[in-house]
């Protein structure tokens, strides 16, 4: 007697995922910045053929996800959202504490999230987003003597980084990490700066994702993981 089994099949994608999925690509495609319009309700839906129901799903997910702001009134529509509008975002929905968290337990959970992110990475990576991350490398060799331009750039490595995988869930959060350490990192007083060390560090775990998965990327992550500025211990 023969044996049947079966794989469940995927769970159908609403046609407000999909509009919302083909918003926040082209947001990312496009390197679209924070404040940036890209229309009102109405327009998205003449756009998209759908019901005004489906965009106002479409916009609700995007909003969740801290990816766009519904602005109303004369001259509102839907932007891109703005870093505070993430950060408020994060703490509504996933009770991030703004006042008795150290830089270090925002990196800590940033550093959790780095392995996935990477491995995402390493499987969707062009070698045009290969160019572009080697390109952000060489801003930072060009601030090794200046600390605070080197970790600028750094934070925009990650955040090119993060635009590689189709987590959407993993992206915002990660991306709303990354500001929080950004914003914290302004104000320090750094004593000491390896940069030499963390650029290496660095460029290693960018060849290791253009090399794809496996024993080597998972080597850079781990040598990425320790990576801490100084003053934040």
């Known amino acids: 007697m023969a044996v049947h089994t079966s794989t469940p099949l995927p769970p159908r994608?609403?046609?407000?995922?999909?509009?919302?999925?083909?918003?926040?690509?082209?947001?990312?495609?496009?390197?679209r910045?924070?404040?940036?319009?890209?229309?009102?309700?109405?327009e998205l839906r003449e756009r998209f053929g759908?019901?005004?129901?489906?965009?106002?799903?479409?916009?609700?997910?995007?909003?969740?996800?801290?990816?766009?702001?519904a602005r109303p009134?004369?001259?509102g529509g839907i932007f891109?959202?703005?870093?505070?509008?993430?950060?408020?975002?994060?703490h509504t929905v996933v009770g991030f504490p703004s006042e008795n968290t150290s830089y270090r337990?925002?990196?800590?959970?940033r550093d959790a999230l780095e392995p996935r992110l990477c491995h995402d990475a390493a499987l969707a990576a062009t070698p045009e987003d290969i160019d572009a991350l080697e390109e952000i490398l060489e801003r930072m060799d060009a601030s090794l003597d200046e600390p605070l331009g080197y970790f600028a750039a750094n934070w925009e490595l990650h955040r090119r980084l993060a635009?590689?995988?189709?987590?959407a869930a993993l992206r915002s959060i990660y991306l709303t990490l990354v500001e929080y350490l950004e914003a914290m990192i302004e104000d320090a007083i750094i004593s000491a700066?390896?940069?030499?060390?963390?650029?290496?560090?660095?460029?290693e775990l960018i060849a290791a994702i253009a090399a794809g998965p496996g024993p080597r990327l998972d080597a850079a992550i781990a040598a990425h993981a320790p990576l801490r500025p100084a003053g934040f211990d």
């Open 193 to 203: 700066f390896d940069g030499p060390a963390s650029l290496a560090v660095h460029r």
């Open 105 to 109: 337990d925002y990196l800590v959970v």
């Open 50 to 69: 759908v019901a005004v129901a489906t965009v106002n799903e479409a916009v609700r997910l995007l909003e969740t996800r801290g990816v766009v702001e």
């Open 73 to 75: 009134g004369p001259g």
């Open 33 to 42: 910045q924070a404040g940036d319009r890209i229309g009102t309700k109405d």
């Open 80 to 90: 891109v959202a703005r870093p505070a509008v993430r950060m408020a975002l994060m």
């Open 13 to 31: 994608r609403s046609r407000a995922a999909l509009v919302a999925s083909e918003l926040e690509g082209e947001i990312q495609a496009q390197e």
């Open 163 to 167: 635009r590689l995988t189709s987590n």
